[in-house]
T-cell receptor, first 113, second 114 residues
């Protein structure tokens, strides 16, 4: 059973516009969420995270929103740049449980110039 | 600034062969883990370790062994390679408490089993 779901395999946006990547989770014990970015032939790199005690976290052009009641989070990138083109993975963890990070399948973002 | 180093970057094996994927980190991180990435499957945890001498299974441990004799190294062993183990393998490390210390990943080992 997939506990972290990224239902959009791909997303294409124009440079300068907003990119919104979505993630849903099923395990109500998850209380910390992370987004990773991955370029081809490289390992994933950490982008931004959010604790379940918050509903929003910002870091420059990147903002993550968390809706606990809906078990949904989203990553907003504003404005989108061609260098943002990558695969984005959503991940979640139960901090009080096992130290296992659970990843979604990823969304490939393409930002067109 | 080596971070997490994985070797080799590429490897082709025949079914039934064994091999060890190496992973080393120079950040004195306690937590290390191995993932595999398959098309359309995201990253799946194989094994992890919370410190030297301590290992545990992840989501897909069958066919793999690990050991953690030092803080720096966390090798992944394929005992008898099978075509289903064709994948890209990533090693990661972090301080304890993943919420405060996001994992650092290596650049991966691309493994093909014929």
């Amino acid at each position: 059973d997939q506990q972290v779901k990224q239902n959009s395999p791909s997303l294409s946006v124009q440079e300068g516009r907003i990119s919104i990547l979505n993630c849903d989770y099923t395990n109500s014990m998850f209380d910390y969420f992370l987004w990773y970015k991955k370029y081809p032939a490289e390992g994933p790199t950490f982008l931004i995270s959010i604790s379940s005690i918050k509903d929003k976290n910002e870091d420059g052009r990147f903002t993550v929103f968390l809706n606990k009641s809906a078990k949904h989070l989203s990553l907003h990138i504003v404005p989108s740049q061609p260098g943002d083109s990558a695969v984005y993975f959503c991940a979640a963890i139960d901090q009080g449980g096992s130290e296992k990070l659970v990843f979604g399948k990823g969304t490939k973002l393409t930002v067109n110039p | 600034n080596a971070g997490v180093t994985q070797t080799p970057k590429f490897q082709v094996l025949k079914t039934g062969q064994s091999m060890t994927l190496q992973c080393a980190q120079d950040m004195n991180h306690e937590y290390m883990s191995w993932y595999r990435q398959d098309p359309g499957m995201g990253l799946r945890l194989i094994h992890y370790s919370v410190g030297a001498g301590i290992t545990d299974q992840g989501e897909v441990p069958n066919g793999y062994n690990v050991s953690r004799s030092t803080t720096e190294d966390f090798p992944l062993r394929l005992l008898s390679a099978a075509p289903s183990q064709t994948s890209v393998y990533f090693c990661a490390s972090s301080d304890r408490g993943l919420s405060n210390q996001p994992q650092h990943f290596g650049d991966g080992t691309r493994l093909s089993i014929l």
